[in-house]
């Protein structure tokens, strides 16, 4: 079974946060299951997305003021905050005898992500993949977030980490920040992530007010993590080479019994449009609130 080292064990006060905040949102799911709380999102593809706890707002009217663009976008729900996991790259760690932050590498700051970078020349295989997160506030009529910085990584098709996995110290693919436009979108160029045993497929994000302020966990505003549709996985792992051990993995599996996606995925879940053989989109709209 294939599955990265450094599992999480004793990850400190920033690990038990998260824990304590995985434990809340499973609380209100279940009250949202008795119809004690509503709930709405949006997903694409693929299962049946479980239901989250979120906030709506509906957008309306057009304007910008102080990097904020509102546009009539319907509605909007809040993401979910998730584990950064143990391979976050982000300062709020160690990997290989240092701290391990990718953020403060030259040439961060990138939209093409295969490559590793900052003295580093691997490069991540894999079925093509570009995803598109769109920012908005959900305290702000669903209004677009224009200059933040998202900062994404994921694991390669074998199911590894750079930075931290075997094999893949030395290198910082996977990794990278974008500053947000006037549409609130960043679009990223990846590969499609293989599936590790004990997780479904994912990509983790941070949200940052600007890219000034993406050098250190300690100022990000959001975390959270991309679902993918169970079948377009299916069709990529059995399809496409490189993702053998994805097959298995992705067998013993589900989105109910995911650590992460168990308590509910459907504001988390991307929509995919494409094929293993042209390469594939993903779109999903991440609502924050600032």
């Known amino acids: 079974m294939q599955q990265p080292p450094h599992q999480d ?16 949102r499973r609380a209100l799911g279940w009250l949202a299951g008795t119809g004690v709380l509503g709930l709405l999102g949006c997903g694409g593809g693929g299962d049946s997305a479980g239901g989250s706890t979120t906030t709506t707002s509906s957008g309306s009217g057009t304007g910008t003021t102080g990097g904020t663009t509102t546009t009539p976008t319907g509605s909007c729900s809040l993401i979910p905050e998730e584990t950064a996991g143990p391979y976050p790259g982000d300062g709020s760690n160690s990997s290989v005898g240092g701290v391990a932050n990718a953020l403060m590498l030259s040439g961060i700051l990138r939209s093409d992500i295969r490559t590793s970078i900052a003295g580093a020349s691997g490069t991540a295989g894999g ?14 009529a669903c209004a677009d977030l224009a200059g933040y910085a998202i900062y994404l990584w994921h694991c390669d098709r074998e199911g590894r980490y750079s930075m931290y996995s075997s094999g ?36 983790h994000f941070e949200v940052y007010r600007s890219s000034a302020a993406a050098t250190s966990f300690s100022n990000k505003l959001k975390t959270s993590q991309v679902a ?54 993903a779109t999903l709209t991440v609502g924050i609130s600032v």
Request: net charge negative; proline share 3%; glycine share 8%.
């Open 9 to 24: 064990h004793d990850l400190g006060l920033a690990h038990d946060l998260d824990q304590l905040m995985h434990q809340r």
């Open 127 to 140: 079925v093509p993949l570009t995803i598109t997160l769109r920012l908005v506030n959900t305290s702000s």
């Open 168 to 203: 893949v110290t030395a290198e910082n693919y996977l990794r990278g920040v974008q500053v947000t436009g006037s549409d609130g979108t960043v679009t990223f160029t990846t590969v499609f992530p293989g599936c590790y045993d004990g997780r479904m497929p994912h990509m």
């Open 228 to 281: 993918f549709p169970t079948d377009v996985c299916s069709t990529v792992y059995s399809s496409a080479s490189g993702y053998s051990a994805s097959v298995s993995n992705l067998a013993r599996i589900s989105f109910a019994s995911d650590n992460v996606f168990s308590d509910g995925y459907s504001t988390q879940l991307a929509t995919l449009t494409g094929s293993v053989a042209a390469g594939y989109a």
